[in-house]
């Protein structure tokens, strides 16, 4: 029977948890998250202590939103750009135009509320003040939707009447309430003594004289950590501290610690903590899937290293599959292999399977799980009944 403190014990460790994996899957969380929300204030000085200590990340936890401040991951790492709900990665107009929406957001005397029109307005003049030209073009005004639906998506935004949608396509009028509170936290550092944007791109330097947390950090926030791209010290606690690794990452983060000859990832049974499936459903995924395959079977060695192929032949991979299955992806897909090549590679980077090079595209080791099972044809009547013969005469 378990006592009445134990199962306390328990039930706020499970808080915790929960708690610690809605801010690593939304790391600003406002009322639109009210439970998730709830429970960080509930535990805010052990989520702080836990962030800090495992992972060096700031938690800022005010009544009506919390902040979790992450800290810069291995340059080595994946890009993992932010994207529009269609799935495309943001251009750097997007990104261009995000920023400007936030200066024009904390432009003094700007209320709790603002008209679509007057924000993009003076969204515009800032524009216009450094010498960026923002058209107004549906390709610009679908660029400032963008914009717009990412603060909204982050709960910085709030369509009160009407959508930032609607003024895009047709013109129409809406009304923004901000989320003033949150709204400075959005950068990892305050802009003050700021003289070049460069010095905002924060050092990981100083993690190097931790690979505890330097390796925690790469397992919970990269698909894939390669052996070959971990320092000495990140090697060494990969050898000889897995079992504390392993703990340390499913107690505080529900995570599940796999680790291979090639590398290690930390994945999340549930799938909730996933951004990017492999392999799923999608054209895009299929095409990687057996591209990835394809290019293995033709490689005549055995895949115990990296695999290297230059551009002319994953290109013609894909012109094969996209032949071959032109009746499920679309026979215009034949027509535009650049295009499926694009987003298949930045699938296959952002997984950490693969890297590009000038030369073409290559393969890392743990890409050869992917490779398809041989075939092999059913046992015969014959053959089952001589099994079954033999499996009566073993004493």
């Known amino acids: 029977m378990t006592s009445p403190a134990t199962g306390t014990a328990s039930q706020a460790s499970r808080e915790r948890r929960e708690a610690a994996r809605a801010l690593l899957l939304y ?5 639109d998250h009210a439970e998730e929300l709830a429970l960080v204030r509930l535990h805010a000085a052990a989520l702080r202590s836990m962030f800090k200590s495992t992972l060096d990340y700031h938690l800022v936890v005010e009544p009506t939103f919390a902040r979790l401040v992450k800290g810069p991951v ?5 890009v993992r750009p932010a994207r529009r709900p269609d799935g ?14 936030c200066a024009a ?3 003094p005397g700007t209320g709790d509320q603002i008209l679509i029109s007057a924000l993009i307005e003076q969204v515009r003049s800032d524009a216009a003040s ?32 009407g959508t930032a949608a609607g003024w895009g396509e047709r013109r129409d009028e809406a009304l923004l309430t901000i989320h003033r509170p949150a709204l400075p936290h959005l950068l990892a550092q305050p802009l003050a003594g700021i003289g070049h944007a460069d010095e905002l791109l924060l050092s990981d330097a100083h993690l190097h004289e931790q690979p505890r947390r330097s390796l925690r950090r790469k397992l919970v ?6 052996r070959d ?55 895009i995924k299929q095409a990687a899937l057996l591209m990835v395959g394809e290019l293995i079977e033709r490689s005549a060695a055995e895949a115990t290293g990296s695999l290297a192929a230059d551009w002319d032949e994953v290109d013609a991979v ?12 679309g026979e215009a897909l034949a027509d535009d292999i650049g295009a499926i090549r694009e987003d298949v590679v930045l699938l296959l980077c952002e997984t950490g399977l693969a890297r590009t090079t000038e030369s073409g595209l290559l393969l890392h080791p743990a890409s050869a799980r992917y490779r398809p099972q041989p075939r092999t044809a059913p046992p015969t009547r014959a053959a089952r009944r001589l099994t079954g013969q033999l499996e009566l005469e073993i004493p």
């Open 27 to 31: 790391p600003i969380l406002t009322k």
């Open 74 to 78: 291995s340059s080595d790492g994946p």
């Open 88 to 101: 495309q990665a943001f251009t750097p107009m997007t990104y261009t135009l995000l920023s400007l929406l």
């Open 105 to 107: 957001l904390l432009v």
């Open 130 to 161: 450094i010498g960026v030209r923002i058209d107004d073009a549906l390709p610009e005004r679908r660029a400032l939707v963008t914009a717009v639906g990412q603060l909204v998506a982050w709960g910085v935004l709030k369509e009160t009447d």
């Open 221 to 226: 926030e990269n698909p894939l950590v390669r």
């Open 229 to 283: 791209e971990l320092t000495d010290g990140e090697r060494d606690v990969l050898s000889r501290e897995r079992s504390e690794l392993t703990r340390v990452l499913a107690e505080n983060f529900g995570l599940a610690l796999e680790v291979r000859a090639e590398g290690a990832l930390a994945f999340d049974p549930a799938g909730d903590l996933t951004d990017v499936g492999f392999p799923g459903n999608g054209r």
């Open 318 to 329: 894909l012109a094969a599959l996209a032949t071959r299955h032109a009746r499920a992806w």
